[in-house]
């Protein structure tokens, strides 16, 4: 008799992962609301026919209304529109800023775990500087020291203040790495400091860069409403959630229009708690050890 | 233990001088000088505008000036604001600083009075309907911005209810002695609440996965075993184990706590470092806005240094070489 059981095809890590991932209640619930706050981020034009950036000087600080669902603000912008704009400059800030520091993380912490002695010692200690300075004072003073702030400018600054944690966490890794017997290997038959970087580390490494990156990326949505919050963000009139809170500074808006500074506020709350939880729920997925659900 | 303290120590001076050197060339980088201002005015005369540069060391060479400006520094002379006429920079600071100080302190002991009874509990009872609230509570903590926050507690605490005010660090100037205190600290509930807020949550998640790790370990089971009372089980043998990895966060979330601080100041127009640190980069003062972040930073290279020197004495297990 021919058997013919089938061999099942072996899972890669990454499947794995992604198994573990799916079966996550609440990091699947996170990714339908971020998907849900990035669809209300896209088709904002549909959703309302104002323009976030149109002030009528007319209608200041008008309540709900058929034609304002959330009302105007004090320079006579419909704040729904805002909102739904908002969602949109702070998802691509959260996003960019994230982007923008994984990569100088990646790189820096990839030279200093890699070649260490002398490159890892100065790589470390101008982490260890920037660290010292708290973050928010560091890039306020380099706000400051700027003409203009713009989303550009704004999420370069963010970057080059907050690389260093990640590049502690992708130094660590690589600095194990490197004394593996694969490397070795990998070294002997004559592959490359780039082949063995890409090849060999990255994917080893990618578990926690992937859950910090995303992780990292809530901070930042929370960093840039702060900034716009004080007034050192974003500038006015561009619709971002933390300068709509702002306008909660004056308190007659604060007191009389909720409607104006909560929907924001719960804005950034919501999307924040979504990430964390994906962030989290990739933790899990990515650690072998890890025997949660 | 002594060799490692002194090499931390060592450590400590090369990154100061490195850090006012950022902070120094940051405030070259700002655009102009004390006297730009002064140059658009036409009755000062160019001549005279030179002798003034020279006379302030203007045009020395680049590492005289940071020496002279590293020594002035030293001795607490920060200059003279740019924006409040006539006032030194020192004295700005000192009259903002006890604001910000009581304001930290009151946050941080909310933090701890809150975070580790909860973190402890939650890890003695896992997955109880207790813990799942707590771990709510930190997912909400750790998501929610501080600034609005502070703006919910003032909409319901302030104007709905009435209980707390809403700005400032006291009434009036009528109120003295222990009325005065009471006072203070009623107008600090908000703020330090809104403040402590995200360190509460994460302490307690780290209490609570520090307490967890210790209970599974043996020397847990085997104080167990020989019959120890629960109660000391938990005080002489978890808490003190549990306790170390809380001292180290304690010394990087002092950093967190200082950059908290400025934005919850601004919230609660509270009249401490931080307003001062915003109002300064919004009129450009920069003798005010260097001092402060050199402050800041000095602050919390001390804290780091304090939490590991800390950290050393209270874990022999740890060597250092």
Known sequence: MK????????????????????????????????????????????????????????????????????????????????????????????FSAMLFTLIIGVVLGALAGYYGGKVDNLIMRLADLILAIPFL???????????????TIFVTVIAVTTWPSLTRIVRGTFLSLREQEFVLGARAIGASDLRIIFKH????????????????????????????????GIPQPTPTWGNMISEAQNIRILRNHPEAWIPPGLG??????????IGDGLRDAFDPKSNRR | MYKYIIRRILVFIPMLIVLSMIIFGLAKAAPGD??????????????????????????????????????????????????????????????????????????????????????????RNPYSIFDYGATTFG??????????????????????????????????TEVTGLQ????????????????????????????????LDVLSSDYIRTAKAKGMSDRNVLYKHTLR??????????????????????ITEQVFSYPGLGTLFINSITNRDYPIIMAIALLLGVTILIGNLLADIFYSIVDPRIRYD
């Open chain 1, 3 to 94: 058997s013919h059981r089938k061999i099942k095809r072996a899972q890669s890590p990454l499947q794995l992962a992604l198994r573990r991932f799916i079966k996550n209640k609440l990091a699947l619930a996170g990714i339908i609301v971020l998907v849900l706050i990035t669809l209300g981020a896209i088709f904002a034009p549909l959703l309302s026919e104002h323009d976030p950036t149109y002030g009528d000087l007319l209608k200041i600080e008008k309540v709900p209304s058929d034609e304002h669902i959330l009302g105007t603000d004090g320079s006579g912008r419909d704040n729904f529109a805002r909102l739904l704009y908002g969602a949109r400059i702070s998802l691509i800030v959260g």
């Open chain 1, 137 to 151: 004072v560091l890039a306020l003073t380099i706000i400051a020291l700027l003409e203009k702030v713009t989303i």
């Open chain 1, 201 to 232: 580390f990255i994917p080893n490494a990618i578990g926690p860069i992937i859950v910090n990156a995303t992780l990292m990326m809530a901070s930042m949505i929370i960093i840039e409403s702060a900034l716009s919050f004080i007034g050192m």
């Open chain 1, 268 to 277: 950034i709350l919501l999307t924040v708690l979504a990430i964390n939880f």
């Open chain 2, 34 to 123: 004390p006297f730009t201002g002064r140059m658009l005015d036409p009755t000062i005369d160019p001549e005279v505008y030179e002798q003034q540069r020279e006379a302030l060391g203007l045009n020395d060479p680049v590492p005289i000036q940071y020496v002279n400006w590293a020594s002035r520094m030293v001795t607490g002379d920060f200059g003279e604001s740019m924006y409040y006429k006539g006032r030194s920079v020192a004295s700005l600071i000192w009259e903002r600083m006890p604001n910000t100080l009581y304001l930290g302190l009151f946050a941080l002991a909310i933090t701890l009075i809150v975070s580790i009874p909860i973190g402890i509990y939650s890890a």
């Open chain 2, 139 to 172: 997912f909400f903590g750790l998501a929610v911005p501080n600034f609005f926050f502070g703006l919910i507690a003032i909409y319901l605490f302030a104007i709905k209810l009435g209980w707390f005010p809403s700005q400032g660090t006291i009434t009036g």
């Open chain 2, 180 to 211: 005065e205190f009471f006072d203070r600290i009623h107008h600090m509930v908000l703020p330090g609440i809104t403040l402590g807020l995200a360190g509460t949550a994460s302490y307690m998640r780290y209490m609570r996965s520090e307490v």
């Open chain 2, 241 to 262: 184990n549990a306790m170390i990895p809380i001292i180290t966060l304690m010394g990087f979330e002092f950093g967190a706590l200082l950059s908290g601080a400025i």
